[in-house]
Antibody, heavy 131, light 111 residues
Framework: QVQLQESGPGLVKPSETLSLNCAVS?????????WGWVRQPPGKGLAWIGT???????YYNPSLKSRVTISLDTSRNQFSLRLNSVTAADTAIYYC????????????????????????WGQGTLVTVSS | QSALTQPRSVSGSPGQSVTISCTGT?????????VSWYQQHPGKAPRLIIY???DRPSEVPDRFSGSKSGNTASLTIAGLQAEDEADYYC???????????FGGGTKLTVL
């Protein structure tokens, strides 16, 4: 059974860097899936932050791209999120999840693997940005 | 403002059916067969209930079904039960630049 568990500080000061880890058990992160981060501000909806493929290629939400870094640590079977220059707007529950990229489609003669469904999810961790 | 538009709330009585819509554009829902739906109970993580528009994980009851027409995807829940009361989110692949978009979520109330 695949399980994911987020960890990291619950409180970050404005302008500093938010850092979270996601430990994966029951599946190797080098296998045939990608690994994503999704956040949910209190009382609001889900928002995709970014994803890293099993080979280490990152994909980011264009609105956050300048502040986000996602990386893999295959030795620990975990992946990480770093979000710099945080503000109160970054206060949210942060979820990590396994993401399927097994599809294939062609566009202008090039093949692409779409970033698809998320399953399973970690339990989530609340990060508050406040001084 | 979310990229995909969902009704803020829907409701139904036990045993009835409800449908939740998710409207996007040709650049996301309408352009790819990669729509997924998630159920989220209060204080819990989201749970995948539909993927690839109309496929269901084996553990999800067949009361849950998905479909798509043009730029709008739909989730139908038949034979409503009290435990179906939750928030529901749609998600779509949105091409190689935008990549992933979510809907704003729909709160389902079982009357």
């Amino acid at each position: 059974q695949v399980q994911l568990q987020e960890s990291g500080p619950g409180l970050v000061k404005p302008s500093e860097t938010l850092s979270l880890n996601c430990a994966v058990s029951g599946y190797s992160i080098s296998g045939d899936y990608s690994w994503g981060w999704v956040r949910q501000p209190p009382g609001k909806g889900l928002a995709w932050i970014g994803t890293i493929s099993h080979s280490g290629t990152p994909y980011y939400n264009p609105s956050l791209k300048s502040r986000v870094t996602i990386s893999l640590d295959t030795s620990r079977n975990q992946f990480s999120l770093r979000l710099n220059s945080v503000t109160a707007a970054d206060t949210a529950i942060y979820y990590c999840a396994r993401q399927s990229d097994r599809g294939l489609y062609y566009e202008s003669g090039t093949s692409y693997h779409p970033l698809n469904w998320f399953d399973p999810w970690g339990q989530g961790t609340l990060v508050t940005v406040s001084s | 403002q979310s990229a995909l538009t969902q009704p803020r709330s829907v409701s139904g009585s036990p045993g009835q059916s409800v449908t939740i819509s998710c409207t996007g554009t040709i650049n996301d829902v309408g352009g790819y067969p990669y729509v997924s739906w998630y159920q989220q109970h209060p204080g819990k993580a989201p749970r995948l209930i539909i993927y690839d528009v109309n496929d269901r994980p084996s553990e999800v009851p067949d009361r849950f079904s998905g479909s798509k027409s043009g730029n709008t995807a739909s989730l139908t829940i038949a034979g409503l039960q009290a435990e179906d009361e939750a928030d529901y989110y749609c998600c779509s692949y949105a091409g190689r630049y935008t990549l992933v978009v979510f809907g704003g979520g729909t709160k389902l109330t079982v009357l």
